[in-house]
């Protein structure tokens, strides 16, 4: 399984992944943000872009873009990720 160990913010939309492989590739989002999607739209704030973090499972994620309803009907925010293995399949390997 891959995971991420390290990121960079390289320019908007381009993050720069380091994987438990020693691989290093940069992951280019300009394709797959839109604003159709309204959690998708809140990453194309590039403030809110800048602020990515790895988890626990090599993922890279942003706190408080989602949300999902609690059983009782509350909204609560919720993290926004891409998983290690879409980061890594649709990256491109630089030396």
């Not at 919720?78 to 293995?85: A, K, L, T």
């Not at 879409?86 to 030396?95: E, H, M, P, R, T």
Request: hydrophobic share 35%; proline share 1%.
């Amino acid at each position: 399984m891959h995971k991420i160990t390290n990121i960079s913010i390289l320019a908007t939309y381009k993050i720069c992944c380091v994987f438990n492989t020693g691989e290093k590739k940069v992951l280019d989002l300009s394709s797959v943000l839109d604003d159709s999607n309204k959690y998708k739209r809140k990453l194309l704030n590039n403030e809110v872009f800048q602020q990515a973090k790895i988890g626990s499972f090599g993922e890279i994620y942003w706190d408080n873009i989602g949300e999902i309803k609690d059983y009782d009907g509350t909204i609560i925010s919720c993290v926004y990720d891409i998983s290690p293995e879409f980061a890594y399949y649709n990256s491109s390997k630089i030396d």
